[in-house]
Structure formats: C-alpha cells, structure tokens
C-alpha cells in the first residue's frame, strides 16, 4: 500500500528556499521499489514534471530547474525529498510527489500513486 502525503510547501519570495517531504505512510519495506518522482501544475497549466529518482538514485530535474532543485530520498524513512534554492515567481505551483514500480520516466502518465498536493507562491 502506497499512501504519499506531501509538506513543506508555503510562500516565500524570489530568491529564497524551501524543502519539500513526501512520507509514504504506513511503512512499507518495499518502498525502495518504487522510483518517485515530483510534478507541479500551475493555474491553467498542464502539470510538468520536475525530478525523478529512480530505485538506484539516479536522479534527474527538468531543465527549467537544474541547478535550482534536487531530489533524494531515504528509503529508510520512506521519504522523497525536492530542495529548491534560488526559487523564481514562475515556480509557483501545486507541487505533487508520484511513485511508480519500477524505473519509470518524468511523465505523469506513468506514475501509480499521487499525493494530495502541497502548495508553493513565490512572491517578486
């Protein structure tokens, strides 16, 4: 069973930080075969993928935020994590996590199980 709930998310302005936690509750030692992944959907936009980690950790970030954001995870902890330094008023969004079996690409077709969401405003 694959229960995400997202936190982290709130308003700060161009230029500041946050940390995004997406716990998957209850535990499930089998969490390590899920590949995770982060999404944001914006008003009256289509949602994009932001970063994956795969099984392994091998990690990948959309062009629009490499060398901004980076994600990880703590399989211990059944935890993925999206750090986002140097945030812009365009990455404002409803900011998703997604896990899927197996090692799956940034496309939000291919993930299984959604959190409920948790809301980033970046202020100019």
């Known amino acids: 069973m694959v229960q995400l709930v997202e936190s982290g998310g709130g308003s700060v302005q161009a230029g500041g930080s946050l940390r995004l936690s997406c716990v998957n509750s209850?535990?499930?030692?089998?969490?390590?075969?899920?590949?995770m992944g982060w999404f944001r959907q914006a008003p009256e936009k289509k949602r994009e993928g932001v970063a994956r980690?795969?099984?392994?950790?091998?990690?990948y970030v959309a062009d629009s935020v490499k060398g901004r954001f980076t994600i990880s995870r703590d399989n211990a902890e059944n935890t993925v994590y999206l750090q986002m330094n140097s945030l812009k008023p365009e990455d404002t969004a409803m900011y998703y996590c997604?896990?899927?079996?197996?090692?799956?690409?940034?496309?939000?077709?291919?993930?299984?199980?959604w959190g409920q969401g948790t809301q980033v405003t970046v202020s100019s």
């Open positions: 980690i795969y099984r392994g950790g091998s990690t």
């Open positions: 997604a896990a899927s079996i197996g090692d799956v690409p940034l496309d939000s077709r291919l993930y299984t199980y």
């Open positions: 209850p535990y499930t030692a089998t969490y390590s075969s899920y590949s």
